[in-house]
Nanobody, 115 residues
Framework: QVEVVESGGGLVQPGGSLTLSCAASESLFNHNHMAWYRQAAGNHRGVVAY???????WYSDSVQGRFTVSRDNAKNTLYLQMNDLKPEDTAVYFC?????????WGQGTQVTVSS
């Protein structure tokens, strides 16, 4: 069973913007805090932002002030608005809960920031 499907990635110039979306299964989404992760080539996957069911948000220092995470509980959808993108934001972006199981990962969506 597919738990999450990420979309919205692409190639963007430095300083540009993208909005990522994550359509999640109801069972995964409705009872969990949700997070965006990213994995750059050769690096480990890490959390860049998360949002609780009640709407409290957290951001890593590297994206604070540039990225905004939001969720639509009626649509089981998670969003990541990314502004002022930098080359170091290049990575595959994934969504999941804060306590993901190994079989719950989607394929992610590639974000490439380059001139």
């Amino acid at each position: 069973q597919v738990e999450v499907v990420e979309s919205g990635g692409g190639l963007v110039q430095p300083g540009g913007s993208l909005t990522l979306s994550c359509a999640a299964s109801e069972s995964l989404f409705n009872h969990n805090h949700m997070a965006w992760y990213r994995q750059a080539a050769g690096n480990h996957r890490g959390v860049v932002a998360y949002i609780t069911r009640g709407g409290t948000t957290w951001y890593s220092d590297s994206v604070q002030g540039r990225f905004t995470v939001s969720r639509d509980n009626a649509k089981n959808t998670l969003y990541l608005q990314m502004n002022d993108l930098k080359p170091e934001d290049t990575a595959v972006y994934f969504c999941n809960t804060l306590t993901p199981t190994p079989d719950s990962w989607g394929q992610g969506t590639q974000v490439t920031v380059s001139s």
